[in-house]
C-alpha cells in the first residue's frame, strides 16, 4: 500500500487529523516494529581518516551486526582500548585537550571496531544535530601507544580511504519526505518513501493497525478501550513480523543430513 492508501484506512477510524497526523501514527508505528523486530536492514558507508578513531552515526541507529574495511571483515573489540584519542579538543570546552598524533600505516592491518555511545560535545552543538552515538575504529599494534605511564596495544586508524568502511545493521525507518509549502502533494501521497520502503509490503496492514492504534492514545480521539484493543491486535502482527524476520532473514537452523 502507498501513504494515501493507508491514510484512507486510518481514516475510517479518525476522519479529522491532519496529513502530518497521519505521518506522525504511522511513523511511530513503524518505528516500533523496527525496534522489536529488527526487520529494516541496510548499510551505511563512509571514510576512514588517518588519525581518526571515532566517527559518528545518524540516530537512527539501532544494531551494528558487522563491519568491514577495506572490504574485508573485522572483528568486534571486547571493551575499549585503556589510551583514548583525545578528538574533543579543538571546538569543545575542553581546550586543554591533545589529540594523538597520526599513527603509520602498519603491514598486519589487524583491525578493530567498537561502540561508543558517547557524543562529542561541541560548543557549537544545537537541538538540530542528528549524531546519536559513535563507532570506533582502531589497529592493533605492539606498544602502540604510551601516555601516563600506560602502554596500549590500539592506535586509531592510520589510513585513509574513499568509501571503505561499511556498516551492516538495523535501522529505524526514515522519515516520509515533505513537500515544501504549496506544492502539488499528490506525487508526495502515492510514494513508497519512509516506513513504507522499509516495511515490506505484505505487512503494511500491521503498519496500519498499529497507526490506528496510536491515534487512539492521543486527542483528540483519545480512547483508551479501543487503543488496547488495536495494540494487542498490532503486537501480535510484530510477533509474525519477528518470526518471519528469524526464518526469511537469518540461517535459520542447521540439520544434520545423512549421505
Not at 3 to 9: A, D, F, N, S, V
Not at 62 to 75: A, E, H, R, T
Request: aromatic letters at 12%; glycine letters at 6%.
Amino acid at each position: 500500500m502507498n501513504k494515501i492508501q493507508l491514510t484512507e484506512i486510518i481514516k475510517l477510524h479518525h476522519p479529522d487529523l491532519s496529513g502530518r497526523q497521519y505521518e506522525l501514527f504511522i511513523e511511530m508505528a513503524s518505528d516500533r516494529i523496527a525496534e522489536e523486530t529488527h526487520i529494516y536492514k541496510r548499510t551505511e558507508i563512509f571514510n576512514s581518516i588517518a588519525g581518526q578513531r571515532y566517527y559518528n552515526f545518524p540516530r537512527h541507529l539501532l544494531q551494528i551486526d558487522k563491519v568491514s574495511f577495506n572490504d574485508v571483515f573485522i572483528p568486534r573489540l571486547i571493551g575499549e582500548p585503556i589510551i583514548d584519542d583525545d578528538e574533543f579538543g579543538t571546538d569543545s570546552e575542553d581546550t586543554a585537550g591533545t589529540a594523538l598524533a597520526t599513527p603509520s600505516a602498519n603491514a598486519s592491518n589487524e583491525r578493530f571496531w567498537f561502540l561508543s555511545p558517547y557524543k562529542k560535545y561541541t560548543a557549537a552543538s544545537t537541538s538540530t544535530e542528528k549524531v546519536f552515538s559513535r563507532i570506533g575504529i582502531v589497529e592493533k599494534v605492539k606498544n602502540a601507544v604510551t601516555r601516563d605511564g600506560r602502554t596500549s596495544n590500539y592506535q586509531s586508524c592510520s589510513i585513509t580511504g574513499t568509501h571503505n568502511v561499511r556498516v551492516y545493521g538495523s535501522w529505524i525507518p526514515e522519515r516520509f519526505t515533505q513537500a515544501a509549502a504549496g506544492t502539488d502533494q499528490t506525487d508526495a501521497m502515492v510514494d513508497y518513501y519512509g516506513p513504507l520502503s522499509a516495511i515490506p509490503e505484505q505487512f503494511h496492514e500491521i503498519l496500519v493497525i498499529g497507526a490506528i492504534a496510536y491515534a487512539y492514545k492521543f486527542p483528540p480521539n483519545i480512547d483508551m478501550q479501543i487503543y488496547q484493543v488495536f495494540m494487542d491486535d498490532f503486537l501480535q502482527g510484530i510477533k509474525r513480523i519477528r518470526k518471519w524476520t528469524r526464518t526469511k532473514q537469518a540461517t535459520g537452523f542447521v540439520k544434520a543430513q545423512d549421505f
